[in-house]
């Protein structure tokens, strides 16, 4: 009842270097009374020598490039103060320029607001390390979020963190793996409620076929 997907993808030439795509996927459950059935992504989109525009529900630039590189663990607990994974009523432009990555996302819920939040976010190569830096402001959010991410093999080790801020919060997210072992450390500060929340997950994958992985985590 765990992590199962069903989906649709797709894409067409149309010609002049240009690429139409879509994504249609669920996440199926079997277990309990509640719905077996929810949406994940469904989005179209355009794409060609100038990166690719996406319009409706999947991961933003937000997630892509501060949140995603470090949330690695299946079931560990999230402590960040700015987590948003799929969301809708979007559109988002992603590009990449050599070693330099750039994002933009828009969102619109429909109603009288023309714009209800925008992120925008770089990632980039500094030596042996990926560094991403990214600015969320939601209408729903009294305060933007500004966050950093790195990422880098330190020698047969992959560490990864972001710490983001907002407001007076913040939270530090640590992740990482050696081999088929795997540490993630999150904490967040929330200034105004005067807790700071800690989620510690260690996990581990095995293989027991070429297409099927077992996982543990505690």
């Known amino acids: 009842g765990f ?7 797709g894409e067409t030439d149309l010609g002049n ?6 994504k ?8 309990g009374d509640a719905a077996n ?6 989005l179209v989109g355009l794409k060609g020598d100038f990166g690719s525009l996406t319009l409706g529900q999947s991961y933003h630039t937000w997630y892509n ?4 590189p ?5 079931w560990g607990v999230n402590q960040s103060i700015a987590y948003t994974g799929r969301t809708g009523q979007a559109a988002s432009y992603a590009g990449s320029f050599g070693a330099v990555s750039v994002g933009a996302t828009v969102y619109m819920d429909g109603g009288e607001d023309d714009v209800d939040g925008t992120e925008f976010a770089v990632s980039f190569d500094a030596g042996p390390a990926t560094i991403g830096i990214g600015v969320q402001d ?7 979020a500004v966050g950093v991410m790195a990422k880098a093999m330190v020698g047969p080790v992959d560490l990864r963190g972001n710490f983001i801020s907002m407001g007076d919060d913040t939270d530090l997210h640590i992740w990482a793996g050696f081999g088929n072992a795997y540490l993630d450390f999150g904490q967040a ?15 581990y994958t095995h293989s027991i076929g070429p297409q099927t992985t077992a996982g543990f985590e505690f």
């Open 3 to 9: 992590a199962s997907r069903l989906g649709f993808k």
């Open 17 to 22: 270097g240009l690429t139409g795509f879509g």
């Open 24 to 31: 249609y996927e669920f996440g199926i459950d079997t277990e």
């Open 37 to 42: 059935v929810k949406r994940r992504h469904a």
């Open 65 to 68: 490039h501060i949140i995603g």
């Open 70 to 74: 470090v949330d690695l663990p299946w």
């Open 138 to 144: 939601l209408e729903t959010n009294d305060d933007s």
């Open 189 to 203: 500060d929330f200034d105004a409620a005067g807790n700071s929340p800690t989620g510690v997950t260690l996990g």
